[in-house]
């Protein structure tokens, strides 16, 4: 997951969303960090839940 963000973040990649344009009245740039963000949060959240159930299942 670390890596993921990692490679979302590094500024090349950055650098291609900093463009003059709108989504929804917001830069795109802003867009693109906070649909980033959002979306590692959910994996870590499936993550988590598929690491517990699999613990869960293993302590039986």
Same mark, same amino acid.
């Given at each position: !997951?670390?890596?993921?963000?990692?490679? %979302?973040?590094i500024?090349?990649?950055? *650098?291609?969303?900093? #463009?003059?344009? !709108?989504?929804f009245?917001?830069?795109? %740039?802003?867009?693109?960090f906070?649909? *980033?963000?959002?979306? #590692?949060?959910?994996?870590?959240?499936?993550?988590?839940?598929?690491?517990?159930?699999?613990?869960?299942s293993?302590?039986q």
């Open positions: !997951m670390t890596l993921a963000a990692l490679f %979302l973040w500024p090349p990649l950055v *650098g291609m969303f900093s #463009l003059d344009g !709108m989504v009245g917001l830069p795109i %740039l802003f867009v693109y906070f649909a *980033g963000w959002a979306i #590692l949060i959910v994996f870590c959240g499936l993550l988590t839940r598929a690491l517990r159930n699999a613990a869960c293993e302590g």
